[in-house]
């Protein structure tokens, strides 16, 4: 494959073959990043589209400062938002109270693999886990949370520690059982 540098001048220019070479080599791992932010395949291919759509309507502005896959990166994240905002009823939700949960314990967690991991992940409510992964894998403050999703910070805190709860809890339930039955 040509230099990255040259591939990304010769998209600004127009040149479709570029374009083709740049979707081939970031689609798989922008396809990841989409998924994470979909309720399903179909969601995240319509968002990887829709993304790339915007990376080649705006790559005349990247400066070539810093990570260009950091830089798409966030335009996917941007357009997995935006999707969200628009089918999505928003409702503050300003109760802070703790949620507690069971513990995790170490075998548990080293039983786990990151597709387990990520399956249930995907299983929360959408806004839950749409806050739990712009914090969790992009390291989005509260602030920045609230500013995307247009919501309270309040809010984006709830629905962080909300989405800790459930994940926590599901986890115990599921690998808690597989655990137990290995060990009889």
């Known amino acids: 494959m040509k230099d990255l ?3 990304i001048i010769d998209s600004v220019a127009g040149k479709s073959k570029a374009q083709a ?3 081939q080599y970031l689609a798989p791992k922008m396809y990841g990043v989409c998924l994470r932010y979909s309720k399903d395949e179909t969601e995240a291919e319509d968002n990887l589209q829709e993304g790339f759509l915007k990376v080649f309507e705006k790559i005349g502005s990247f400066r070539h400062e810093g990570s260009f896959e950091g830089w798409v ?7 997995a938002l935006e999707r ?3 089918n999505h009823l928003m409702h503050p939700v300003e109760d802070m109270g703790v949620f507690d949960g069971p513990e995790l314990n170490e075998q548990i967690i080293s ?13 929360l409510p959408p806004r839950y886990r ?19 999703m247009k919501i309270s910070v309040g809010t984006s805190k709830s629905n ?18 597989i655990a137990n039955n290995y060990s009889a």
Request: hydrophobic share 45%; glycine share 4%.
């Open 130 to 148: 749409m806050v739990f992964n712009l914090y969790v894998f992009e390291g989005f403050n509260h602030k920045e949370i609230a500013e995307e």
């Open 111 to 123: 039983e786990m693999s990151a597709k387990d991991l990520m399956k249930i992940i995907n299983e």
């Open 73 to 79: 990166r966030r335009i996917m994240v941007n357009a």
């Open 5 to 7: 540098r040259q591939l």
């Open 21 to 23: 070479q740049l979707y």
């Open 84 to 86: 969200y905002r628009k």
């Open 160 to 177: 962080l520690a909300r989405a800790r709860a459930i994940l926590q809890d599901k986890v115990v339930k599921v690998f808690g059982e």
